[in-house]
């Protein structure tokens, strides 16, 4: 008979491997082009591209289908990304215009990419309780520069603090980051990587409580999108995120 923990790790995976598979998820992502301030063209793609740094500027004709906010770009149309990216549609592809860096990028999603059509799952640990630990969450807000798995792109995250555990007696720190309503966002190495897991993985863990008590469950401990797709900008874990003990808990290194 399957228990109840077991049951909600399978659910909470199945729904993690939908979402990978949606059509313009991150298993679609196909190619990634950088802007800069002279307008070129783009393999694979209409208009001319270019960017200031602040805005990317397109420009097209109606007959090149590309479609933003339900009307199509015609003639020179600029798109600011204030608070992200922002998409453009053309046909079944999604278009992002990705500020990083000071800089832009035009990354495809195509539901047709290999990494999607070819998907079959994300391997994974048997779910175990024994790496469900309890934390200590110290408030200590810093931005904190982290670099990138992409060359040529600055990375920086908002941390929150630091959280401290025990793993099989061994006491271990995670710079927190903030994952939004008051959750925390871990991104740790540990000695599996590069044999049984990816390079490094993240977890997202509930608010701390009052007194800073949270809770850490390795078996949601999930692979960025890094490790499915050459063109993931993802950032690297802060530099203490380093655990000792090898994690045999959650997500394997994909096939």
Not at 157 to 168: E, H, I, N, S, Y
Request: charged share 25%; hydrophobic share 40%.
């Amino acid at each position: 008979m399957t228990d109840d923990f077991t049951r909600d790790w399978r659910a909470w995976h199945a729904r993690r491997e939908a979402a990978l598979a949606e059509p313009h998820g991150w298993l679609s992502l196909a190619a990634f082009h950088w802007l800069d301030g002279d307008p070129a063209r783009l393999d694979g793609l209409p208009g001319l591209w270019s960017s200031d740094g602040d805005a990317v500027t397109v420009t097209a004709a109606a007959a090149d289908r590309l479609i933003a906010d339900g009307a199509p770009v015609e003639g020179t149309a600029e798109f600011a990304t204030p608070a992200g990216a922002a998409w453009i549609d053309y046909g079944d592809k999604r278009l992002e215009l990705a500020p990083r860096g000071g800089r832009h990028a035009v990354r495809v999603r195509d539901p047709q990419a290999p990494t999607r059509t070819g998907f079959t799952g994300v391997p994974a640990y048997d779910p175990d309780p024994a790496w469900v630990v309890t934390g200590a969450f110290t408030a200590d807000p810093d931005r904190v520069e982290v670099g990138s798995v992409r060359a040529g792109v600055d990375q920086s995250l908002d941390a929150l603090g630091t959280v401290r555990f025990d793993l099989a007696g061994e006491p271990q720190a995670l710079v927190a980051a903030d994952a939004g309503n008051g959750r925390l966002w871990l991104l740790f190495r540990d000695p599996t990587n590069g044999d049984t897991t990816a390079s490094f993985r993240q977890l997202t863990t509930a608010a701390p409580a009052a007194d800073g008590t949270v809770e850490l469950d390795f078996n949601r401990a999930i692979n960025m999108p890094c490790a499915f797709t050459e063109f993931g900008t993802c950032p690297l874990p802060p530099g203490p995120n380093r655990l000792t003990v090898a994690v045999t808990a959650g997500e394997r290194e994909p096939v």
